[in-house]
């Protein structure tokens, strides 16, 4: 099998896995018909990443690309209507949702409107999606932080981040063989903050120790 049809299908496995871990939040939320200690902000902030990318995939003609964000952007549409129908706060939400569908539109209207040259679309586009993988793959160093403080490695989980390693290592490679740098470096953090996370496994806790969350950051 070819190289780069071989990267392609792990980036499409392995990033649509790490999106499907959203469902263990749907299902406590239709088992409990609330949304109490599931955070609606990942939803949104992944939401939007997978639009953005996937905008860029088309510009580019980059199926793979494309093909992910499709998958990813329904699967967080679906998490937040769960969690609108679900959430005692529907006020608060719903205007986070509007704010994001605001940043959406303004986006659109930019990169259609304003950008008319398609090499200047990918280019700023690339970079203002890069800025905002990097910045959500960074986010939890804060309580990486903590946890080193703290010794206790209970609020991470183990198998998201191995999956959180393949995915990033999986883009950072296919973003070589294609020379777009603009998929290499926001994947980078992934893999070095997955490696922080093993350190703490193996440097405070047993891997059974760890327990699900949802943190969905890829492209």
Known sequence: MDLLLFLSWACIVFTVGMFSTGLTDLKKMQQSKNTDNIQFLPFLTTCLNNVGWLYYGILKRDQTIAL?????????????????YFTKQKRLVMSETLAAGMVLISGW??????????????????LTCSVFTVSMYLSPLTDLVAIVR??????????????????????????????????????TPGVFTSLIRFYLFWRFGSVSQSLPSYKSLQI
């Open 109 to 126: 209207l930019y990169f259609t409107v304003f950008v008319s040259e398609r090499e200047t679309q990918l280019s700023q586009l690339g």
């Open 150 to 187: 703290s010794g206790n490695v209970q609020c991470l989980s183990f198998p998201l981040t191995v999956a959180t390693l393949f995915t990033s290592t999986s883009w950072v490679l296919y973003g070589l063989q294609l020379n777009d740098y603009y998929v290499v470096v926001p994947n």
């Open 68 to 84: 992910v964000n499709i998958i990813g952007a329904l699967l967080q549409i679906l998490y937040i209507v769960s969690y609108i």
